[in-house]
């Protein structure tokens, strides 16, 4: 099993940045791919950005130049700076890993929220 440890969501006007952080411990060995997904009441989880153990990332088109997914695999921990926040970013944010893909274990999320 694997236990992931959101941390660094809060309130942030428009235009602000702030950035998450999730610690992974447990059977990390396995773990490849880990990542951020997204979800607002009423719609689907989302995929907002993913990363390789080699550093590979995958961005969601919505997102892309505007936040950016790093990993210190030192630290078993990922993290999602998030710059130029909109309102439309606010959402609860779940971190995820997994051997092929970040969706095998999850998180207990993170809530944003970005004011106008």
């Known amino acids: 099993q694997v236990q992931l440890v959101e941390s660094g969501g809060g309130l942030v006007q428009a235009g602000g940045s702030l950035r998450l952080s999730c610690a992974a411990s447990g059977s990390i060995g396995s773990i490849n791919a880990m990542g951020w997904y997204r979800q607002v009441p009423g719609k689907q989880r989302e995929l907002v950005a993913a990363?390789?153990?080699?550093?590979?990332?995958n961005y969601a088109g919505s997102v892309k130049g505007r936040f950016t997914i790093s990993r210190d695999n030192a630290k078993n921990t990922v993290y999602l700076q998030m710059n130029s926040l909109k309102p439309e970013d606010t959402a609860v944010y779940y971190c995820?890993?997994?051997?092929?893909?970040?969706?095998?274990?999850w998180g207990q999320g993170t809530q944003v929220t970005v004011s106008s």
């Open positions: 990363i390789t153990r080699r550093g590979s990332t």
């Open positions: 995820a890993a997994g051997r092929f893909s970040a969706g095998d274990y």
